[in-house]
């Protein structure tokens, strides 16, 4: 059974710092690609970093390049989303998940599971 479980998110003051992680069971991180999205109130879900650990290839969405590091541990399954320099508008809910599509100039696309999600907010 496929199951993807974040932690990590929580308040935090503009310029902080925060440390997404994307437990992964029932499929190995070596052969799928997972993707973190976000969706913040009123708006349309997006996608923000994704990572393919087999070919060992990365995507950020421009909002966030420079700020966001994602990596993968594939002995532990895990993939984590470290998050520097937030802003307010970075404040969303935060979802990894498994993708079946992958562009380099748009990102990776039609995800098959996800996540619960997990609350980032930035806020003085």
């Known amino acids: 059974q496929v199951q993807l479980v974040e932690s990590g998110g929580g308040l935090v003051h503009p310029g902080g710092s925060l440390r997404l992680s994307c437990v992964a069971s029932?499929?190995?991180?070596?052969?799928?690609?997972i993707g973190w999205f976000r969706q913040a109130p009123g708006k349309e879900r997006e996608n923000v970093a994704c990572i393919s650990s087999d070919v060992g290839r990365t995507y950020y969405v421009d909002a966030v390049k420079g700020r966001f590091t994602i990596s993968g541990d594939n002995d532990k399954n895990t993939v984590h989303l470290q998050m520097d320099n937030l802003k307010p508008d970075d404040t969303a809910v935060y979802y990894c998940?498994?993708?079946?599509?992958?562009?380099?100039?748009?990102?990776?696309?039609?995800?098959?599971?996800w996540g619960q999600g997990t609350q980032v907010t930035v806020a003085s």
């Open positions: 998940a498994r993708v079946t599509g992958w562009s380099d100039r748009a990102g990776c696309y039609s995800p098959d599971f």
């Open positions: 029932g499929f190995s991180l070596r052969l799928w690609p």
